[in-house]
């Protein structure tokens, strides 16, 4: 049967860093690609009338560049030359940040995404102000 998850073999692993980040680790042998997904508590939730869409305002902002790939081509291209691609979203809740790649290169796009949420640049403040409005009028 496809999708039998009977089959699947997984290895779970939890640990907490000193700092409090929580870490769990999947791994699945079964797959060709690894998957990073890194969540901040951050979205609406958490926000007032006054500061209302700043979380998704960050989400955005982060793609915009860091100090090692100062651009979002830079950043963009980086990923895209192991495999993979950006990708995030905001929800009420918390604001994830995923990338998937080939395994050979899982490590390197992970000093990547620590990097984005680590080091942003916060370049580009009114173009991506500008990005944000659009998607927000596409909802409306």
Do not use: K
């Not at 500061?51 to 651009?71: I, K, T």
């Not at 990923?79 to 290169?105: C, I, K, N």
């Amino acid at each position: 049967m496809i999708g039998d998850s009977s089959n699947w073999e997984y290895r779970l692993e939890r640990r907490t860093a000193a700092s409090g980040l929580r870490v769990v680790a999947v791994e699945q042998r079964h797959l060709h690609r690894g998957t990073i997904a890194v969540y901040v508590g951050a979205g609406s939730r958490f926000e007032t009338a006054g500061d209302n869409g700043l979380s998704h305002f960050l989400e955005h902002m982060l793609f915009r560049g860091c100090a090692r790939y100062p651009s979002a081509f830079a950043l963009n291209l980086a990923m895209e030359r192991l495999g993979g691609t950006l990708e995030a979203s905001t929800a009420p809740d918390a604001t994830g940040f995923y990338v998937s790649l080939p395994q050979e290169t899982l490590l390197a796009g992970v000093e990547i995404v620590a990097e984005v949420i680590l080091r942003p640049r916060f370049e580009a403040l009114e173009t991506e102000r500008r990005i944000v409005a659009e998607e927000l009028r596409g909802d409306l």
